[in-house]
């Protein structure tokens, strides 16, 4: 798997995923007993114009694209999980078949960046 093919995939099982499941929460909250806070989101949520319920979309897209876009550059080490002098290196690695492919490898473009093309901020 390629760090792009890994971005790809980490675009639709988090990013579209995260963005689809918080609009399906908000517009019909499942379970027996939502919580009361989720049932209060929803009805003020369905509740609203067509053109609000829009931009509540396009914020759910803002802050999960900010949330996938901050992992990918903590796991590309441009934003740091520690904070000391001597810091350690992430590796993220693909296994398969007994064959181990690094993503995220810094002589390579980061994987934030390769999100950026994919998901360009708006």
Known sequence: MTAIEFVE??????YNATVNSCL???????????SAQ???????FNQL????????????????????FGMFAVLDGVRQVEDSEKKGVLELRYCKDG???????????PL??????????E
Not at 9 to 14: P, Y
Not at 53 to 67: E, F, G, N, P, Y
Request: hydrophobic content about 35%; charged content about 25%.
């Open 99 to 109: 064959k181990s492919q690094l993503i995220n490898d810094s002589n390579t473009e």
């Open 24 to 34: 399906s929460l908000m517009q019909k909250p499942p379970g027996k007993r939502p």
């Open 9 to 14: 995939r980490i675009r639709l099982v988090v």
């Open 49 to 68: 114009p067509d053109a609000d319920k829009a931009k509540v979309q396009d914020v759910i897209k803002l802050a999960t694209r900010q949330s996938v």
């Open 38 to 44: 989720l049932q209060a989101l929803s009805q003020w």
């Open 112 to 121: 934030h960046d390769i999100f950026n093309q994919i998901v360009p901020p």
